[in-house]
């Protein structure tokens, strides 16, 4: 995401199946080692093709995904250590975290708001739980789910996306029957 501004932002599946195209600007600062490449960026993101591939596969097409799907970080920010390290909001310190919580789950819940969501299925059990965090004070109605197995934490799982689909339909079920059934 950090190189294209797109969730899950695998290139390839950001340039060919998504189609966007256009400029990317780069932030006022820049790492000199995580140079921000936009579209052109050849570098690989295995959780990136995870995700766009079990939704490539699940719905077709991108037209068909985004009818009645979007896809939002709750954090869309990236930081980073001299070394280049990423720093997740998780190691920042707690003042900092507290207030860069604050910002993000107003923009989070605004959009949630927005766009009438009823359905949050979060990619792995930290988004899943922030999402619901988030959204805990609102007046929201929505039923949290969350994705497994989570992208990042099996870099060699074959046989991801089965799994994946199967807990991407029992979620989606599971909203349906509670919509019926209360």
Known sequence: MAQNGVPFGEGNFVRDWLQI???VYKPSREHPKRIIDGLKCTRSEVSGSRFWA???SICKTPENFFKDC???NVCPLMFMKTSSKNVTPP???AEERKQLTAVCNNSFCKAIKLLNVKLIIGVG???ADTAANALKNTNSSFECSKLYPQL??????HGYQPIASL???MSFLLFLFSAIFT
């Not at 990042?152 to 799982?157: D, F, G, R, S, V």
């Open 21 to 23: 195209k256009g400029n």
């Open 91 to 93: 190691q920042l310190k």
């Open 167 to 169: 807990s991407f339909a």
């Open 125 to 127: 059990k930290f988004a």
């Open 70 to 72: 979007f896809v939002h």
């Open 152 to 157: 990042a934490l099996a870099p060699h799982l």
């Open 54 to 56: 079990l939704f490539k």
